[in-house]
């Protein structure tokens, strides 16, 4: 027996033990909660439990961008406990994910719960402008970050890959090397190269050679000093990336 394989048979156990907790919690806060738990170790399909509709999610689906981030942190991933996010349709969502780890410390899931906020956010709205304390149809949740939650990771990396372009505004052709660098230094960062194949993903959508995308992610990891051997989620040695010649303002 392996090292490895007790730790693996505590990670089922854990995982295990709080598929009857998904149920209660959801139960506990009513139609308006949703509970996901998630094992990290399949990342293209992480959920192994959930209940509730909030976001939409089935077991056998993937994590969202915010389990992505956890894996991108690995071990020194903490707890992101009430924060609020949009989802794609505009729901208004307090969520808390906090992420499961053995006995060794390691990160390996978590127990995401999601509440739909959106109606007492309306209400509040609603009995600000009665009693006069706000400017109307203000409610502090514009600038609320929208969040994709979906069972198919391809739709979430692409949803991530739009932001990120969105925010450039422009084209892959029209970025200079620095914003080249900044738009793989920022999906890094965001875990999307944890997903295994992201990498042709990625430069599917960018219009730009396997090789080509390698290559910048290992100069954008350089600058930022990750490490080298974890460029690729598949294991594909960094020393590939090496063949790319495309210059900064050319189309590979």
């Not at 959508?205 to 690729?232: F, V």
């Not at 040695?237 to 210059?247: G, I, K, R, V, W």
Request: proline letters at 4%; one cysteine or more.
């Amino acid at each position: 027996m392996t090292t490895e394989q007790p730790l693996q048979a505590e990670r089922d156990a854990i995982v295990a033990a709080l598929r009857p907790v998904v149920d209660g919690l959801a139960a506990t806060f009513g139609p308006m909660c949703e509970v996901v738990l998630h094992d990290y170790r399949r990342p293209d399909e992480s959920v192994v439990a959930v209940a509730g509709s909030v976001t939409g999610r089935t077991v056998g689906g993937a994590m969202s961008e915010i389990g992505m981030r956890i894996v991108a942190r690995g071990d020194d991933a903490d707890d992101e406990l009430n924060y609020v996010t949009r989802t794609r349709d505009g729901r208004l969502v307090k969520a808390s994910t906090m992420v499961l780890r053995d006995s060794t410390g390691t990160v390996f899931g978590a127990l995401c719960v999601n509440l739909d906020v959106t109606a007492l956010n309306d209400a509040h709205t609603l009995l600000a402008a009665l009693a006069g304390v706000g400017p109307p149809g203000t409610s502090g949740s514009a600038n609320v970050p929208v969040t994709t939650f979906g069972n198919d990771i391809d739709s979430v990396v692409d949803a991530i890959l739009d932001a990120h372009q969105l925010r450039q505004n422009g084209s892959w052709a029209a970025l200079d090397r620095a914003q080249r660098l900044e738009l793989f230094r920022g999906l890094d960062q965001r875990g999307v190269f944890a997903v295994r194949r992201a990498i042709e993903q990625v430069a599917a959508r960018l219009g730009i050679s396997r090789a080509s995308a390698y290559s910048y992610l290992s100069q954008a990891r350089a600058e930022t000093g990750t490490a080298t051997n974890r460029l690729a989620a598949d294991g594909t040695a960094a020393s590939e990336a090496a063949t790319d010649t495309t210059p900064p303002g050319g189309h590979a």
